[in-house]
């Protein structure tokens, strides 16, 4: 199994650019998310999705817009790339079939995205 | 004043140390995690727990729900442990995750 694939790997924008970051799971997991990772910060949430056809807001959506037509993809889009969107970008998916830890089970990460936007 | 704290921020020591990283949070947990993330950048869950202990191999997680704290050990440190160590908390009042910054940890030969 390949978990969770992120494509592509790096990225160079230039401001007002778009781009769309995919992620791809063949776990069947029903919970994804998109995270951003800046120096200095924990991670923060950006989109994130219950099952195939819902999204909802995280913590900084502002900017970027998902997709989640099948249930093993989940699009993250940039309509119009701002420097302030330079980041690594992970993708993250897991399970919600522990019925006792429905919450609590583990996320399974991508490999990351490491977007530059100029 | 962030919810979830690690320390220390950065750890440097020799090979074969007993290593200790510590995680507090100020808010009601269902559970915490921990999790690795490689030089490469590749992150990999470690450990879900929400009460007592638990290991696998060297790795030792703890946790002390009445102080809201938990500690991360490695015991007879490796170079290949070398990586950023991050807690995240899972808020019971609204299931979200909670990030800390991450500890970087390096270990000498």
């Known amino acids: 199994n390949a978990g969770v694939t992120q494509t592509p790997k790096f990225r160079v924008l230039k401001t007002g650019q778009s781009m769309t970051l995919l992620c791809a799971q063949d776990?069947?997991?029903?919970?994804m998310y998109w995270y951003r990772q800046d120096p200095g910060m924990g991670l923060r949430l950006i989109h994130y999705?219950?099952?195939?056809?819902?999204?909802a807001k995280g913590e900084v959506p502002d900017g970027y817009n998902v997709s989640r037509l099948k249930k093993q993809n989940f699009l993250l889009g940039l309509e119009s790339a701002a420097p302030s969107q330079t980041s690594v970008y992970f993708c993250?998916?897991?399970?919600?079939?522990?019925?006792?830890?429905?919450?609590?089970?583990?996320?399974?990460f991508g490999n990351g995205t490491r977007l530059t936007v100029t | 004043k962030n919810e979830v704290e690690q320390s220390p921020q950065n750890l440097t020591a020799q090979e074969g140390e007993f290593i200790t990283i510590n995680c507090s949070y100020s808010v009601g947990i269902s559970a915490l995690h921990w999790l690795q993330q490689h030089p490469g950048g590749g992150i990999v869950s470690l450990f879900m727990?929400?009460?007592?202990?638990k290991k696998h191999g060297r790795l030792i997680a703890t946790i002390n729900i009445q102080e809201k704290h938990s500690s991360l050990h490695i015991t007879a440190s490796h170079p290949r442990d070398s990586a950023v160590y991050i807690c995240a908390v899972r808020e019971d009042s609204n299931y979200q995750l909670i990030w800390g910054a991450g500890t970087k940890l390096i270990i000498k030969p």
């Open positions: 993250a998916s897991r399970t919600d079939s522990y019925q006792s830890l429905k919450y609590n089970s583990p996320l399974h």
């Open positions: 999705s219950v099952g195939e056809g819902t999204t």
């Open positions: 776990m069947n997991h029903e919970y």
């Open positions: 727990l929400s009460s007592g202990k």
